[in-house]
């Protein structure tokens, strides 16, 4: 068994830039037609459907979308601290220096495994590691369609704002969604 690695607190420089870059990047991600609540609500891109070639041309890009939120959404929960072990919510494992989580923000607090919504994050997590991480068949894994997402991303969302974002005096919306 491995012993777990001790998180490291960010250097000031670091720290911005996963507040204002790494983070935003993840929830941009995720955004595009999904259904959040304002002010977080994204319409999905509308293009000019032509022909069939448009069709199929529009239909890859929902694909890597798609495929895009699982992997973002994964990064996501697992860094505010969540993970799913076994049918439950638990922390998430730091098993390298390399590895980051939420507490090694100024302000970054683990969201507990305790709290109800964990569940929702760790079957979440489950089902995002399982559908993107390789092929599998019957695994009857956790629903990772536009609406759990969107729940999940949500409550990430209100935890980063309470914790780091409001620690550091920023706001996650206004980094998330500006064109910088």
Not at 15 to 30: N, S, T
Not at 65 to 94: C, D, K, P, S, Y
């Amino acid at each position: 068994m491995t012993t777990p690695v001790q998180i490291q607190m960010l250097t000031p420089q670091k720290q911005h830039r996963w507040l204002v870059e790494d983070i935003p990047h993840r929830i941009r991600g995720m955004l595009t037609g999904l259904p959040m609540r304002d002010p977080w609500q994204i319409p999905a891109l509308r293009v000019g459907l032509q022909n069939n070639a448009d069709k199929i041309a529009l239909r890859c890009c929902g694909n890597s979308v798609h495929e895009g939120r699982l992997t973002a959404m994964r990064w996501l929960i697992m860094f505010v601290g969540i993970q799913e072990g076994r049918g439950v919510a638990i922390e998430a494992r730091i098993r390298i220096p390399t590895d980051m989580r939420i507490d090694a923000i100024s302000g970054g607090v683990v969201f507990s495994p305790k709290r109800p919504e964990a569940l929702i994050l760790a079957r979440v997590w489950k089902g995002c590691s399982q559908a993107t991480s390789h092929p599998t068949q019957d695994t009857d894994h956790p629903d990772v369609r536009e609406k759990p997402l969107a729940e999940a991303l949500h409550i990430v969302v209100e935890h980063l704002e309470k914790t780091v974002y409001a620690a550091n005096g920023r706001s996650l919306l206004t980094d998330t969604l500006s064109m910088a």
